[in-house]
Each structure stands twice: as C-alpha cells, then as structure tokens.
C-alpha cells in the first residue's frame, strides 16, 4: 500500500520562503517519479515540478522556474519542494504525486500519477 503524506504548507507574504515535504511509504520494485502540482478553486490541477528517482533529472514549469527547487532524499523516500520569492498567485493547495510504476518522465499530465496526497494549502498574502 503506498501512501504519501506531505507537510510544510501555511501562510507567507510575498518575497517569501516555504518549504513543503512528501514522504512515501511503501515498497518500490522499478522507477518512479515524483511530482507537484497545485489546484485553486475551479481550476484544473497544474503542474509545478518533477523529478526523476533514478537520477535525479528535474522538470519545472515555467511559473516555478528559478524560484522553486523539487529535490529527494532517496534513502528516506521523501520530495521536497522549497519555494522561494512567492508571489500571491502562487496561492493554492500544493499536492504531492507519485507516478509508479513510472510512465515517462517529464509527466506534466496529473493523469499520469497513480497516487497523491492529501494535499497543503499555501496562501501568500499580498
């Protein structure tokens, strides 16, 4: 049973700095990739950044691009995303995604993530 459960969201000002975590439980037997999206409320879910188990390649969207960092911890199983210079746009609730057994990496598409957490609210106030 895999299961993941994130933490780190909360309430920031603008030009600031959170950090959130995704740990996953379970057992893996071939590649995998993780990932973060976000979801405002009558969006469609969107992706932010992903990386690769196998070798740590990493794929941003281009709203996250030189202000967030996705990296992972292989030996705790864990993806962290570290955002920096927010902006109140980057308001959302943050989810953690794992795409197992992997389908191609980049995965862009929340379709292609087998399983996600429950999810962490971020506000940025103006």
């Known amino acids: 049973q895999v299961q993941l459960v994130e933490s780190g969201g909360g309430l920031v000002q603008a030009g600031g700095s959170l950090r959130l975590s995704c740990a996953a439980s379970g057992r893996f037997f071939s590649s995998y990739a993780m990932g973060w999206f976000r979801q405002t409320p009558g969006k469609e879910r969107e992706f932010v950044a992903a990386?690769?188990?196998?070798?740590?390649?990493?794929s941003y969207a281009d709203s996250a691009k030189g202000r967030f960092t996705i990296s992972r911890d292989n030996a705790k199983n864990t993806v962290s995303l570290q955002m920096n210079s927010l902006k109140p746009e980057d308001t959302a609730v943050y989810y953690c995604?794992?795409?197992?057994?992997?389908?191609?990496?980049?995965?862009?598409?929340?379709?292609?993530?087998?399983?996600w957490g429950q999810g962490t609210q971020v506000t940025v106030s103006s």
């Open positions: 990386v690769n188990w196998r070798d740590g390649s990493t």
């Open positions: 995604a794992l795409d197992y057994p992997q389908s191609v990496f980049p995965s862009w598409f929340p379709h292609l993530y087998n399983y």
